[in-house]
Structure formats: structure tokens, C-alpha cells
């Protein structure tokens, strides 16, 4: 079946500059996660959202960074005025509880360039 | 989530069996053992978890020690595409934690050797 998706696979863009990026779940999957992974460096988590629950937003590193999901589906992380070491792989995953356990389906991510 | 320590990178042979080792001593009772693998240029993907007993799927093997310090990922035979980040990570129950994000560390690079 159809995993994860996200778009764009690649986006550059000019510093200050807003930028939008999408994440398509597993349909079915109640729960959604964005991660960044900058060049050589592990995954930080940024936030997630599940059901209709308010998201966590603990991991957004300023408020320049937002994101919105739309019910149970498509979900969009925001930059505003985008600067340079905003540049990394955006990751999202989706998951479903079963017996306790959550397993995360990641996307291909979106790699950001920022000028 | 508890910590986890794994070595930086590994090598094998291709065809080789490979163990990967994570130590995770602080583990608590409710906490399962997640592998997640991380492949050139890709997103992650999950490759195996367990409990307590030892677990068998069509990736990998996952071999805890009877006192769940640590765990062991175990690929029978390397290919050139296992090549990647191997990531060993605790994450308590959905019973008792709800729905976390996933906390990688560094993980461990794997090589394959043709």
C-alpha cells in the first residue's frame, strides 16, 4: 500500500523567505510527526499531533516553525522568514497504536536549502 | 525515554552474520526495545522491537539479555543493502506514556564489504 508521502522532495529558497512543506500519512494513522535531521546529524523531533488531541509542540526550536493537520490526514510545517541553519531533511512519520506499541512510518523527507 | 549506548560504526562482510549491540541499563520494566534503521539519503524505517523474550522477524533477530541491560540486532547475512544507521531506542508502553516522538541518538554505521 501507499506510504508516507511528502512534498516538495527539494526546495530551495532565499533567506527570510517563507516556506511550506507537506506530509501525506498512512491513511488510517492517528498519529503524525515531524522531525528535522540536519547534514550528519541525528533526528530532532520538532512536533506531533494524534487524533484530535492539541499537538506538541515542545521540539519547535522558535516560533518561526508551525505546523497544521487537517483532521486525521494531511499535515503542513511552516517556516517564516526561513535562515540558513533552518536548512536540514524534514521528516515525517505516521503511526497507529496496536497492543501498546506505536511503530513510526517515516516519509522520504523534504530537503530545505535556504541561501 | 532511557538512554541507550551503542558503538559508532561497525563492519562486515557481505553474506556475514552481524551483531549489533546496545546497552541500555537504566531500562525500566514497562520499556520496549526498538530498532530503527536509517538507509543512505532515506527516511527511517523500523526494523524489529521486543520486550523481554527474544524476537524474530523477516528483517532481523532481536536477542535481550535476561536482565534487559542490553540487546543485541542480529543480521544473518549482510547485504551491501544493510548498509546504514542502525538507531537502538526505548520507549515506554502507549499504556502508560500515550503517543511519544522517537528520541534517536547517534546510532550505529554500518558497513557491508563486498
Known amino acids: 500500500g501507499a506510504g508516507v508521502s511528502q512534498s516538495p522532495s527539494n526546495k530551495v529558497t532565499e533567506k527570510g523567505k517563507d516556506v511550506e512543506l507537506r506530509c501525506d500519512p498512512i491513511?488510517?494513522?492517528?498519529?503524525l510527526y515531524w522531525y528535522r535531521q540536519r547534514l550528519g546529524q541525528g533526528l530532532e523531533f520538532l512536533i506531533y499531533?494524534?487524533?484530535?488531541?492539541?499537538?506538541?509542540k515542545s521540539g519547535l526550536p522558535s516560533d518561526r516553525f508551525s505546523a497544521e493537520r487537517t483532521g486525521e490526514s494531511v499535515s503542513t510545517l511552516t517556516i517564516q522568514r526561513t535562515q540558513q541553519e533552518d536548512s536540514a531533511v524534514y521528516l515525517c512519520?505516521?503511526?497507529?497504536?496496536?497492543?501498546?506499541?506505536?511503530?513510526?512510518?517515516f516519509g522520504p523527507g523534504t530537503r530545505l536549502t535556504v541561501l | 525515554d532511557a538512554k541507550t549506548t551503542q558503538p559508532n560504526s561497525m563492519e562486515s562482510n557481505e553474506e556475514e552474520p552481524v551483531h549489533l549491540p546496545c546497552n541500555h541499563s537504566?531500562?525500566?520494566?514497562?520499556?520496549?526495545i526498538h530498532w530503527y534503521r536509517q538507509l543512505p539519503s532515506q527516511g527511517p524505517e523500523y526494523v524489529i522491537h521486543g520486550l523481554t523474550s527474544n524476537v524474530n522477524n523477516r528483517m532481523a533477530s532481536l536477542a535481550i539479555a535476561e536482565d534487559r541491560k542490553s540487546s543485541t540486532l542480529i543480521l544473518h547475512r549482510a547485504t551491501l543493502r544493510d548498509a546504514a544507521v542502525y538507531y537502538c531506542i526505548l520507549r515506554e508502553t502507549l499504556r502508560n506514556s500515550g503517543n511519544t516522538p522517537l528520541v534517536f541518538g547517534k546510532g550505529t554505521r554500518l558497513s557491508v564489504i563486498a
Open positions: 499531533f494524534q487524533g484530535n488531541s492539541a499537538p506538541d
Open positions: 491513511s488510517g494513522h492517528t498519529a
Open positions: 512519520a505516521s503511526s497507529f497504536q496496536a497492543g501498546g506499541i506505536d511503530t513510526q512510518y
Open positions: 537504566t531500562i525500566s520494566g514497562t520499556d520496549y
